[in-house]
């Protein structure tokens, strides 16, 4: 690599002389106050920063229309050359559209330079080069090239005065390239190449070169492979030895002897070459080497099937030319029968019966398929190794053909011998059964069972083993006319391809008459409800389950039940079993009362005196109850005393009270409570005038408050006095401070 390393020491050099010229003769004008720049960044394809090619990549700004000349008077060229990150800026240019182009070094070194100059839009020529427009004081940011990376070879010639041509292969043929390779004495190298396979042809006088060709590299050369992007130099040393000048060796064009089929094995016959000639082999398949059969003898693999083989035999002995000689090409290599036996079929030849193919024995390995087939006809989609028969294939002959298929054998097929006629099959059935409660008004249900998928059904129900008109539905509600009968149902089925099947249920116990229960009684908390089973036949006898809000109450099973506060909130039903000897037992369930409510008994508060108010306390319900009152005196309704309080009058003097609170609430029995009676209603001592010259008749002693002086009935000023207080007696006028009147 010590070329290298000095190559690339001299165009260093050579670039900063340049650079500072090109600087100097930058026009001042171009730093004019309206004046604009560009910046951007230069990467390699993909991404890849230039590191290790800093300092050599410049930047530069031709005006569109102008020569395609970097180094010309219009152009312009960035300030620094390209650093380790890839930023450019290129400053004071004029207002216009310019075309950027990436340039290496100095344009006075090209062999090994590490990239291709390329023009901003990815592309080599100025015409396709996408413009940069710059504007008076602005910037034209993030202007990006990314450049293609170039490969190199550099080496040493030996001798020094051989001729070297470089070649790359190029469709398959290798391709002399024009471009001269720099050469500074033995010393070589070749720069800017793209990705692909090239070759150094070394020839000198005395020697004996060969010209390449698109069968091989060139003699005398190295194969050298170029990756970019990131390609690394590489020496390569050319050595042109004298071996092989000459006369051509003696030599035979070779045959190939043996099958050409798979399994088989061929042999080269070279045949009559210069004695002492070392002979080598290689094997091609349809032109093209067989990696690693380099023998006289090949082994036909299944990968070589249809493919033409040939052999290479190359001589070569001192003193002669290496001479070459290929054989004719053999057929296409064919591949070898499968070992194959006729199949069997086993199985009820039956619709709905599984048939079973016996495939007998074929070669090892072999992948076997299968196809059945009716009366000589595919079955679409009969592909497995077993095959239930429907109804399309009744009265046709089924066989089944086996194909097998192994890599490097011929593909075959075998055809089993049809069967006899497919004929009808046979239903799988069950005994059918009845659901649902046989009693008359009830509708019961048949249950068909498990039979063949597919099956359809049919029904007739009967009453003591009579047909039932009509009845010919799966369900069945038991009419008044089959009351005491015994029901049954028969089932046919039916299925193409298949045998019809009657089957019949067993016939149920006697249907008895019945009826919905129901309830008697108030749903509320110290109430007994009963149950009222209804009209049944004759005889039934009856057994009770209550339940609240469907779960079972424990030890519930008596015709009555009594109402406890363990029930507040439920909603109660009863479920009636009727019994009778010979007949269907019957459970029928009553519909549910409203919910239990919370009620309680209410009390009454207040003075309990003429004039005074009682209010009734309902107390504790279920929450959200709504109330009404009546008030009752001595037992008996007080007109229009409907509210939750009662002022009482002179009518209730001497009567005990009570009241009557009824709660409603969506979903709830409906409950009234009475309250306890009071004591009996008395007068009170002292109240007000009942009007402004009048006081109560049960309170006629009248007192002015202004004097404190009371007035008796008959008394001279009694009618003249406005009373401010009214007294029942003079007891109650005198404790209350009150002095009676002298006249």
Same mark, same amino acid.
């Given at each position: 690599?010590?070329?290298?390393?000095?190559?690339?020491?001299?165009?260093?050099?050579?670039?900063?002389?340049?650079?500072?010229?090109?600087?100097? *003769?930058?026009?001042?004008?171009?730093?004019?106050?309206?004046?604009?720049?560009?910046?951007?960044?230069?990467?390699?394809?993909?991404?890849?920063?230039?590191?290790?090619?800093?300092?050599?990549?410049?930047?530069?700004?031709?005006?569109?229309?102008?020569?395609?000349?970097?180094?010309?008077?219009?152009?312009?060229?960035?300030?620094?050359?390209?650093?380790?990150?890839?930023?450019?800026?290129?400053?004071?240019?004029?207002?216009?559209?310019?075309?950027?182009?990436?340039?290496?070094?100095?344009?006075?070194?090209?062999?090994?330079?590490?990239?291709?100059?390329?023009?901003?839009?990815?592309?080599?020529?100025?015409?396709?080069?996408?413009?940069?427009?710059?504007?008076?004081?602005?910037?034209?940011?993030?202007?990006?090239?990314?450049?293609?990376?170039?490969?190199?070879?550099?080496?040493?010639?030996?001798?020094?005065?051989?001729?070297?041509?470089?070649?790359?292969?190029?469709?398959?043929?290798?391709?002399?390239?024009?471009?001269?390779?720099?050469?500074?004495?033995?010393?070589?190298?070749?720069?800017?190449?793209?990705?692909?396979?090239?070759?150094?042809?070394?020839?000198?006088?005395?020697?004996?070169?060969?010209?390449?060709?698109?069968?091989?590299?060139?003699?005398?050369?190295?194969?050298?492979?170029?990756?970019?992007?990131?390609?690394?130099?590489?020496?390569?040393?050319?050595?042109?030895?004298?071996?092989?000048?000459?006369?051509?060796?003696?030599?035979?064009?070779?045959?190939?002897?043996?099958?050409?089929?798979?399994?088989?094995?061929?042999?080269?016959?070279?045949?009559?070459?210069?004695?002492?000639?070392?002979?080598?082999?290689?094997?091609?398949?349809?032109?093209?080497?067989?990696?690693?059969?380099?023998?006289?003898?090949?082994?036909?693999?299944?990968? *070589?099937?249809?493919?033409?083989?040939?052999?290479?035999?190359?001589?070569?002995?001192?003193?002669?030319?290496?001479?070459?000689?290929?054989?004719?090409?053999?057929?296409?290599?064919?591949?070898?029968?499968?070992?194959?036996?006729?199949?069997?079929?086993?199985?009820?030849?039956?619709?709905?019966?599984?048939?079973?193919?016996?495939?007998?024995?074929?070669?090892?390995?072999?992948?076997?398929?299968?196809?059945?087939?009716?009366?000589?006809?595919?079955?679409?989609?009969?592909?497995?190794?077993?095959?239930?028969?429907?109804?399309?294939?009744?009265?046709?002959?089924?066989?089944?053909?086996?194909?097998?298929?192994?890599?490097?054998?011929?593909?075959?097929?075998? /055809?089993?011998?049809?069967?006899?006629?497919?004929?009808?099959?046979?239903?799988?059935?069950?005994?059918?059964?009845?659901?649902?409660?046989?009693?008359?008004?009830?509708?019961?249900?048949?249950?068909?069972?498990?039979?063949?998928?597919?099956?359809?059904?049919?029904?007739?129900?009967?009453?003591?083993?009579?047909?039932?008109?009509?009845?010919?539905?799966?369900?069945?509600?038991?009419?008044?006319?089959?009351?005491?009968?015994?029901?049954?149902?028969?089932?046919?089925?039916?299925?193409?391809?298949?045998?019809?099947?009657?089957?019949?249920?067993?016939?149920?116990?006697?249907?008895?008459?019945?009826?919905?229960?129901?309830?008697?009684?108030? /749903?509320?908390?110290?109430?007994?409800?009963?149950?009222?089973?209804?009209?049944?036949?004759?005889?039934?006898?009856?057994?009770?389950?209550?339940?609240?809000?469907?779960?079972?109450?424990?030890?519930?099973?008596?015709?009555?039940?009594?109402?406890?506060?363990?029930?507040?909130?439920?909603?109660?039903?009863?479920?009636?079993?009727?019994?009778?000897?010979?007949?269907?037992?019957?459970?029928?369930?009553?519909?549910?009362?409203?919910?239990?409510?919370?009620?309680?008994?209410?009390?009454?508060?207040?003075?309990?005196?003429?004039?005074?108010?009682?209010?009734?306390?309902?107390?504790?319900?279920?929450?959200?109850?709504?109330?009404?009152?009546?008030?009752?005196?001595?037992?008996?309704?007080?007109?229009?005393?409907?509210?939750?309080?009662?002022?009482?009058?002179?009518?209730?003097?001497?009567?005990?009270?009570?009241?009557?609170?009824?709660?409603?609430?969506?979903?709830?029995?409906?409950?009234?409570?009475?309250?306890?009676?009071?004591?009996?209603?008395?007068?009170?001592?002292?109240?007000?005038?009942?009007?402004?010259?009048?006081?109560?008749?049960?309170?006629?002693?009248?007192?002015?408050?202004?004097?404190?002086?009371?007035?008796?009935?008959?008394?001279?000023?009694?009618?003249?006095?406005?009373?401010?207080?009214?007294?029942?007696?003079?007891?109650?006028?005198?404790?209350?401070?009150?002095?009676?009147?002298?006249?």
């Amino acid at each position: 690599m010590g070329s290298s390393v000095r190559a690339r020491a001299l165009v260093a050099t050579l670039t900063a002389a340049l650079i500072a010229s090109m600087l100097a *003769l930058v026009p001042t004008a171009a730093f004019a106050d309206e004046s604009g720049s560009i910046t951007g960044h230069v990467q390699l394809d993909g991404g890849g920063s230039l590191a290790g090619e800093t300092g050599s990549t410049w930047v530069f700004a031709i005006p569109v229309g102008a020569a395609d000349d970097p180094y010309g008077p219009e152009a312009h060229m960035s300030t620094e050359p390209i650093g380790a990150d890839g930023a450019f800026e290129i400053t004071g240019l004029p207002v216009g559209d310019y075309t950027i182009q990436t340039r290496w070094g100095c344009d006075c070194y090209p062999a090994l330079r590490p990239h291709f100059d390329e023009f901003y839009g990815d592309v080599t020529d100025v015409a396709s080069a996408t413009p940069v427009t710059v504007s008076a004081g602005a910037t034209s940011a993030s202007v990006d090239i990314f450049l293609e990376p170039a490969g190199s070879i550099t080496g040493i010639a030996q001798p020094a005065s051989a001729t070297l041509t470089l070649y790359r292969k190029i469709d398959g043929n290798w391709t002399p390239l024009p471009a001269a390779i720099e050469r500074p004495g033995a010393q070589y190298a070749v720069g800017g190449l793209h990705a692909g396979d090239y070759a150094v042809a070394a020839a000198a006088a005395g020697y004996c070169p060969q010209t390449p060709d698109a069968a091989a590299a060139p003699e005398r050369s190295a194969l050298i492979t170029v990756t970019a992007p990131g390609s690394a130099t590489r020496d390569v040393t050319l050595s042109p030895d004298t071996a092989g000048c000459g006369p051509d060796l003696g030599s035979a064009v070779p045959t190939i002897t043996g099958t050409a089929r798979f399994g088989d094995t061929l042999t080269a016959s070279p045949g009559a070459w210069t004695a002492g000639a070392v002979l080598a082999y290689v094997w091609s398949a349809d032109g093209v080497a067989i990696a690693g059969q380099t023998s006289s003898r090949l082994s036909l693999t299944a990968g *070589l099937v249809g493919k033409r083989i040939s052999v290479t035999v190359t001589g070569t002995l001192a003193g002669y030319r290496p001479v070459s000689r290929v054989s004719a090409s053999t057929a296409a290599v064919t591949t070898r029968p499968l070992t194959a036996a006729t199949p069997t079929v086993s199985g009820t030849v039956a619709v709905g019966s599984t048939l079973t193919a016996k495939p007998g024995t074929w070669t090892s390995g072999a992948a076997l398929s299968y196809e059945w087939l009716a009366d000589g006809k595919v079955i679409a989609g009969a592909t497995r190794s077993t095959f239930t028969i429907a109804a399309a294939q009744y009265a046709k002959r089924v066989a089944v053909r086996v194909t097998g298929r192994l890599t490097g054998y011929t593909t075959t097929s075998k /055809a089993s011998a049809a069967t006899v006629a497919v004929r009808l099959g046979t239903l799988r059935t069950a005994a059918p059964t009845i659901a649902g409660t046989t009693a008359v008004g009830s509708r019961i249900t048949a249950r068909p069972g498990t039979w063949t998928a597919g099956t359809a059904f049919s029904y007739q129900w009967y009453a003591d083993g009579r047909a039932i008109s009509r009845a010919t539905a799966s369900t069945y509600a038991i009419a008044s006319t089959q009351l005491g009968k015994r029901i049954s149902v028969r089932v046919i089925g039916r299925k193409s391809g298949y045998l019809t099947v009657v089957r019949t249920s067993a016939a149920t116990a006697r249907a008895p008459k019945v009826a919905t229960p129901s309830i008697s009684g108030t /749903a509320a908390v110290g109430s007994r409800l009963t149950a009222r089973p209804g009209t049944w036949t004759t005889g039934t006898v009856f057994s009770y389950q209550w339940y609240a809000n469907g779960t079972a109450i424990s030890r519930a099973t008596a015709s009555t039940l009594a109402v406890t506060s363990s029930r507040i909130g439920a909603a109660i039903t009863v479920k009636v079993t009727g019994r009778k000897s010979g007949y269907a037992s019957v459970a029928k369930t009553s519909k549910a009362t409203l919910r239990v409510p919370k009620a309680v008994t209410p009390t009454v508060s207040g003075s309990r005196y003429v004039t005074r108010v009682l209010t009734a306390k309902p107390g504790a319900w279920t929450a959200g109850t709504a109330f009404t009152y009546q008030w009752y005196a001595n037992g008996r309704a007080i007109s229009r005393a409907t509210k939750a309080t009662l002022k009482l009058g002179t009518a209730q003097a001497g009567k005990k009270i009570s009241v009557r609170v009824t709660g409603r609430k969506s979903g709830y029995t409906t409950v009234s409570r009475t309250s306890a009676a009071t004591g009996a209603i008395g007068y009170p001592s002292r109240t007000t005038p009942a009007s402004l010259w009048n006081c109560p008749s049960w309170a006629p002693i009248k007192g002015n408050a202004s004097s404190m002086i009371y007035h008796m009935p008959g008394q001279r000023f009694y009618n003249a006095t406005q009373p401010e207080d009214c007294f029942r007696t003079e007891t109650a006028a005198r404790a209350a401070g009150y002095r009676k009147a002298k006249v």
